[in-house]
């Protein structure tokens, strides 16, 4: 049990300093910092735990997949770099909700998440043209690299 309860603790010591959402990847990845024999059915074990007590939210990324965050954070939404395909996490909501459903409804929950380019991004010169690239020496035959079809 000692074992467990050594495992649980370092997934939340994952999401008390997780800045934006993780995938059950991320979050063995990051567990493994703590404890080292952890596996993802462990992961994935804790995680519908937390998620059913209410301690972590699970998010369905469209592209990304299940992602999971902290429970207490205020509401908010994320948004998803196109380009370094990092999610950042906004504010405040990104919608108005009342106005958007018809009269009758009753909205009691949404996920929203905003695409485009992040402020990193956006400044690595994405609009300036394409540096002129000198015409390269030809290349090894691709043909030594078996996981490499291009036919
Ligand atoms: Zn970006
Ligand atoms: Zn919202």
Known sequence: MAKRTCQREAIRQVFA??????????VLSLGRQ?????????????????????EVRKLNHPELGPLYERANLS??????????DRLYELAECALDVTGSTPDGFRTDEHEVFLYGICANCS?????????????????EPAERSP?????
């Open 123 to 139: 400044t690595e010169s994405p609009d300036t043209e394409p540096a002129r690239q000198e015409p390269r020496p030809p290349t």
């Open 17 to 26: 300093h997780a800045g934006s959402p993780l995938s059950a990847e991320d």
């Open 75 to 84: 509401h908010h939404h994320h948004f998803h770099c196109r380009r370094c």
């Open 34 to 54: 703590h404890v080292e024999h952890l596996s993802l059915a462990t992961v994935y074990r804790n995680l519908r735990m937390l998620v059913s007590e209410g």
């Open 147 to 151: 996981d490499v079809s291009m036919e």
